[in-house]
Nanobody
Framework: QVQLVESGGGLVQAGGSLRLSCAVSGRNFRLNTMGWYRQAPGKQRELVAVMSSGGTTNYADSVKGRFTISRDNPKNTVFLQMNSLKPEDTAVYYC???????????WGKGTLVTVSS
């Protein structure tokens, strides 16, 4: 059974940094996209950053230049380095894995990031 376990969330002041990690266990998928989504209270879940197994990245405009996604493929781990955090970054951050063959979509349980002003 595939499991995604996030870590690294917490409380930080505006302007600070946090690093999220997500470890995938259960199976190895050669072709996949891993990444991060977030959901703030009263809002829909939105893409933050994703990265394919080939290294292609996609970022939300709101985090470009502040967040960096990276992967450790042998360890099936994805990271999100978040710098210059703003109160509007406050949300539950979810790790996501989309596999190509077969096509499957997996989610972690989420980790809370709170940015105080």
């Amino acid at each position: 059974q595939v499991q995604l376990v996030e870590s690294g969330g917490g409380l930080v002041q505006a302007g600070g940094s946090l690093r999220l990690s997500c470890a995938v266990s259960g199976r190895n998928f050669r072709l996949n996209t891993m990444g991060w989504y977030r959901q703030a209270p009263g809002k829909q879940r939105e893409l933050v950053a994703v990265m394919s197994s080939g290294g292609t990245t996609n970022y939300a405009d709101s985090v470009k230049g502040r967040f960096t996604i990276s992967r450790d493929n042998p360890k099936n781990t994805v990271f999100l380095q978040m710098n210059s955090l703003k109160p509007e970054d406050t949300a539950v951050y979810y790790c996501n894995l989309v596999t190509i063959a077969p096509f499957m979509n997996y989610w972690g349980k989420g980790t809370l990031v709170t940015v105080s002003s």
